[in-house]
């Protein structure tokens, strides 16, 4: 089983609250591997897409078609991430959609949302793939919101430079 699928049957069998839908599509490249939709406690419901990446090394290996996607969805206001899963040290490191660019050329080094050791906290996992996010940094300021998100949960500090 190719590391991947691996790390999606992993995520899946952790999220159990997210509807996660599988993508393989040759006919159109650069579409994310996942759409995800989860509840809110709010009554409405999230959605995102996903791109997985397995890396032993720094190195992500992003197509073309896939940092064009991931991109220009980002851009038009759109929710996805690129998760990466380090297969060294188990950790998943969260990226932006709007980060692939750098992505694709500084791997692992180029810093990313958030990086979240083994085992997996899904509460975490859940916060961080949060639609909208960037809303409510507008609304309520970035500091808040991180506050905010350490207090749901349950951790102290302001959340600045961390790895969970």
Known sequence: MKPET???KKLKSLTPEIHWTR?????????????????????????FWVEL???????????????????????????NYILVLNLSNRAIYIYSGSAVKE????GLDHS?????????????????LYPRRQEVFWR?????????????????GDGSGITI
Not at 27 to 34: A, E, H, K, Q, T
Not at 103 to 106: K, P, R, Y
Not at 112 to 126: A, F, H
């Open 6 to 8: 691996k790390f999606y």
């Open 103 to 106: 992505l694709s050329i500084a």
């Open 112 to 128: 990313p949302l958030i990086v979240i050791q083994e085992p997996w906290d899904t509460k975490l996992l859940k916060v961080m």
């Open 23 to 47: 993508f393989e599509s040759l006919v159109s490249p650069g579409v994310p591997d996942l759409h995800g939709i989860f509840p809110t406690d709010w009554g409405y419901s999230m959605s």
């Open 140 to 156: 309520v300021g970035q500091g808040e919101f991180i506050s905010k998100v350490w207090q749901y949960l349950g951790i102290a």
């Open 53 to 79: 990446k397995c890396s032993e090394m720094k190195k992500v290996r992003l197509t073309p078609p896939q940092i064009s996607w991931n991109s220009s969805y980002n851009k038009a206001g759109g929710n």
